[in-house]
C-alpha cells in the first residue's frame, strides 16, 4: 500500500510564492507518474502538473511559466514550486500517483488527502 502526505499549503498575497511537498511511502514498486492536481469550491478537480519516471513534465496552461513540478527520487518526494500567485489558484491542492506494470495502461495507485492554498488579493 501506498501513502501520500501533502505539505506546503497556506494563505499568502497574489504575487507570492509557495512550495508543496508530496512525500510518497509504502510499496513504491512499479513505474510511477506523479501528478499535482486541485480542487476549488464548486468545481471539479483539474490537472495541474505531472511528471513521470524519466522525468517529462506537463502543464496546465493556466500554470504554464508560474508553476514548476520536480521530484527527489532519493527522497521519494514530488515538488510543485507556485510562483506569481492569483486568487484563481485558492484550491485544495491534491498530491497523485500512477503505476504502470510490463507496459501496460496507467492506473491510480494512490491520492494524498490535499493541502489548502489560499490566496488574498
Known amino acids: 500500500q501506498v501513502q501520500l502526505a501533502e505539505s506546503g499549503g497556506g494563505s499568502v498575497q497574489a504575487g507570492r510564492s509557495l512550495r508543496l511537498s508530496c512525500v510518497v511511502s509504502?510499496?513504491?514498486?512499479?513505474?510511477?507518474?506523479m501528478s499535482w492536481h486541485r480542487q476549488a469550491p464548486g468545481k471539479e478537480r483539474e490537472f495541474v502538473s505531472g511528471i513521470d519516471a524519466d522525468g517529462e513534465v506537463k502543464y496546465a496552461d493556466f500554470v504554464k511559466a508560474r508553476f514548476s513540478i520536480s521530484q527527489d527520487n532519493t527522497k521519494n518526494v514530488v515538488y510543485l514550486q507556485m510562483n506569481n500567485l492569483k486568487p484563481e489558484d485558492t484550491a485544495v491542492y491534491f498530491c497523485r500517483r500512477d503505476c504502470r506494470y510490463s507496459g501496460g495502461s496507467w492506473i491510480l495507485n494512490a491520492w494524498g488527502p490535499g493541502t489548502q492554498v489560499t490566496v488574498t488579493s
Open positions: 509504502g510499496n513504491l514498486n512499479c513505474a510511477a507518474r
